[in-house]
T-cell receptor
Framework: GAVVSQHPSWVICKSGTSVKIECRSL??????MFWYRQFPKQSLMLMAT?????????EQGVEKDKFLINHASLTLSTLTVTSAHPEDSSFYIC??????????????FGEGSRLTVL | AQTVTQSQPEMSVQEAETVTLSCTYD???????LFWYKQPPSRQMILVIR??????QNATENRFSVNFQKAAKSFSLKISDSQLGDTAMYFC????????????FGTGTSLTVIP
């Protein structure tokens, strides 16, 4: 149980276009979902925290208007990279916590989505 | 602010041998959780082991165990009987109990198990 799935796993787009990445909790309800960005051979950097039905909380330095996060249901969160540029190329990972275990660290990660902006 | 430090960017170990990965952290919190996550080449993060700060007993999960030294703010991971499938990036992570789920990750240690 506790499977988190991301789609697409790899996307290539032209500079200036927008890309949407989906994160789904397949067999549980996710109270909170987190979006991370990971550069090659580096750690995960938290971008934002999203709670179902409310606005996402962005980390300092993350552009809210560029990285739009929507958490419309307890099983789906989306990250939209708007007007993507080559510097947005990265590996994006979502994670989710199981409802009722927010304070026990039960955090499950998606497979990640590699974005390449040409 | 919380910081997590992994001072070993790369490590290698012979198959069947034991290896220890280091992690130190800095926090003023008294209640928190510590984790080791594994990221294999497939890139999906997998939980290896978890430790609650209020527990003095070190956590163990099969071949994986931790040495948690709260006063020293140290949280090392020992992998016994290393297997080829253990080859991965290992991240140490810290979570404040009061906020829940906001993880602070270390920079990672790339472990290679040599056949």
């Amino acid at each position: 149980g506790a499977v988190v799935s991301q789609h697409p796993s790899w996307v290539i787009c032209k500079s200036g276009t927008s890309v949407k990445i989906e994160c789904r909790s397949l067999d549980f309800q996710a109270t909170t979902m987190f979006w991370y960005r990971q550069f090659p051979k580096q750690s995960l950097m938290l971008m934002a925290t999203s709670n179902e039905g409310s606005k996402a909380t962005y980390e300092q330095g993350v552009e809210k208007d560029k990285f739009l996060i929507n958490h419309a249901s307890l099983t789906l969160s989306t990250l939209t990279v708007t007007s993507a540029h080559p510097e947005d190329s990265s590996f994006y990972i979502c994670s989710a916590s199981v409802r009722g275990t927010s304070y026990t660290g039960e955090l499950f990660f998606g497979e990640g989505s590699r974005l390449t902006v040409l | 602010a919380q910081t997590v430090t992994q001072s070993q960017p790369e490590m290698s170990v012979q198959e069947a041998e034991t290896v220890t990965l280091s992690c130190t952290y800095d926090t003023s919190e008294s209640n928190y959780y510590l984790f080791w996550y594994k990221q294999p080449p497939s890139r999906q993060m997998i939980l290896v082991i978890r430790q609650e700060a209020y527990k003095q007993q070190n956590a163990t999960e099969n071949r994986f165990s931790v040495n948690f030294q709260k006063a020293a703010k140290s949280f090392s991971l020992k992998i016994s009987d290393s297997q080829l499938g253990d080859t991965a990036m290992y991240f140490c992570a810290f979570m404040k109990q009061i906020t829940g789920n906001q993880f602070y990750f270390g920079t990672g240690t790339s472990l290679t198990v040599i056949p």
